[in-house]
């Protein structure tokens, strides 16, 4: 393991590294205390589209935690930033699979997004009817007429695009289906392949990079997840640490092809290795 140095900025995952559904990891305060005492600037980047800024910010201020909106980035606002560079906004219409999440930044950035049953007539995206895009982000109320109308869109020609493609997701009981599992079900459907803006593609990665104005060689990822989280910053070319309080194991890295630059327990653990010493921080793989 290489020394636990050089850290200029953090690009943090959420769902498993800061809490498992609404009960923060242990440590949670600790941690982003020391984060503003050190002087550490850091994006919260999460694959997880559900929720807004705003609703992120609320749920890390019922857990005792004041963020910034600036300071977190979902793969939502990744994908509707990406597709406002790839399409004209406002003559793009897109069908929804998702929650407001996900609707808010694409509406932002001047999409229109088209209802339940408004199918594209044949036309691919010169259709006048349906949408051009069909969007799946994670849908906590995902239903029959939902799938139905974006497996019609997409063998009608509507581009697919998916923020993430976790197939599992971490909560309190345990892990349960997350987007990726619905995307498979729209790809079993239609055997159309969708385009993934989310970890472990480095566009979110890229895009924090930005807004921290960084560099790869002094920006670290943390998350808990090997094909997601660790996978998309090793594909960013930064470095990566993995905490063991979400979906991945050791087991799962002994495994793997590619490995973390570090483990950790938890975000305890990072805490106490970057209060250490600085600036020059030792060694210190917590297992």
């Not at 895009?207 to 921290?212: D, S």
């Amino acid at each position: 393991m290489p020394p636990f140095t050089n850290i200029k900025a953090l690009i943090i995952d959420m769902d498993g590294v800061l809490w498992r559904g609404e009960q923060p990891i242990t440590g949670l305060n600790d941690f982003f205390d020391t984060l503003r005492k050190i002087n550490i600037p850091f994006i919260l980047a999460t694959n997880n589209a559900s929720l807004t800024q705003t609703q992120y910010t609320e749920k890390l201020a019922r857990m005792g935690v004041t963020i910034k909106l600036k300071e977190i980035l979902t793969s939502a606002m990744a994908t509707a930033l990406h597709l406002s560079k790839q399409y004209t906004p406002n003559t793009t219409r897109i069908f929804v699979i998702g929650e407001q999440g996900l609707k808010k930044p694409l509406l932002e950035k001047g999409f229109t997004l088209t209802g339940l049953n408004e199918i594209n007539d044949g036309n691919g995206i010169h259709s006048k009817t349906g949408p051009h895009i069909v969007i799946c982000g994670l849908d906590r109320k995902v239903s029959w007429e939902k799938m139905s109308t974006a497996t019609l869109n997409i063998n009608a020609g509507a581009a697919f695009f998916g923020t993430n493609g976790d197939t599992s997701f971490p909560i309190e009981l345990g892990e349960t289906l997350g987007n990726g599992a619905i995307l498979a079900a729209l790809t079993a459907a239609t055997h159309a392949t969708p385009t993934i803006i989310g970890k472990p593609e480095p566009i979110i990665y890229q895009q924090a990079m930005a807004l921290l104005k960084s560099k790869p060689e002094e920006t670290i990822a943390i998350g808990d997840r090997l094909d997601t989280d660790i996978l998309g910053a090793i594909k960013s070319n930064i470095r990566s640490l993995m905490v063991l309080t979400g979906v991945s194991n050791h087991k799962d890295v002994a495994e793997s092809p590619f490995k973390p630059t570090w483990i950790m327990n938890s975000i305890s653990s990072i805490t106490l290795a970057l209060t250490d010493s600085r600036p020059n921080i030792p060694t210190k793989i917590i297992n």
